[in-house]
């Protein structure tokens, strides 16, 4: 039976596609989280991360070089994806720990609050409570004054998820081109079954209700989402 991470686990290539192609817009998103980390990072003496849905360390990976990195600690349940990231992260040395594991359970890969939690189109796979649950202990495992960064898909407010199915289709069809014929099947198949994008009122309130003050919030697009938290 197939489930929200067999895509990435059996036909890992055509997401490699969609970011090659910039299909999601992986590059400007790339670019801000190079900025947020030029602000913030460049403050640390050293960092402490935790990337939930670390997929094959994409856009993060090539951004965190000039840094200090203490620890980066990495889950997803895709094992191929985990297998590049290894080989990608592999400069961080012993503070690199990559986890075949669930994101809603990191906390049990953290022995210390870290000071930037992560996660780059992973959290949409969850329903809204799960989100609600997942995003409250991100909160309780960030130090004060360290970064939430997520980049995600987001439902417009008045748009109802099989609108959002609809649009995020029709949109592919449209201007993923160099996607074959059954590359599209796969990610309608994938999108339809497994992603549930929170409206982003519900996102903004949720995060806002838990205690986040949102530092910066920028789209691309009506779909692709960057969103910069502090505690
Ligand atoms: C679209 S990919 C994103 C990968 C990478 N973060 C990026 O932005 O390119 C989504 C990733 O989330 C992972 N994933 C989905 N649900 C997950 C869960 N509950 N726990 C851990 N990983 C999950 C998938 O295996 C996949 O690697």
Redo the contacts with the bound molecule.
Sequence with gaps: MSN??TI?ENSWSV?QLL?EENYMHHAELRSLLDSSFKNFATKLEALRILDL???DG??ICSLLKPYNISSYIG????QP?LNIAAERFAFIGNGLHLYNA???SFEQYLDEPVNIIYS???IH?LQDEAKYALWTKIYNNLENEGRFIM?DVARENKASRSQYLSDYIDNCINTWNKLSKEGLDLINDHISNFDFPATQTFIKESLEEIGFTLIKHEHPDQFHHFWEWTK
Excluded: K, Q, R, V
């Excluded at 889950?75 to 895709?78: G, P, T, Y």
């Design positions: 929200s991470t990435f997401y970011i849905g670390c997929g994409e856009p889950l997803d349940l895709a994806a669930n994101m809603e780059s189109f992973a796979h980049i």
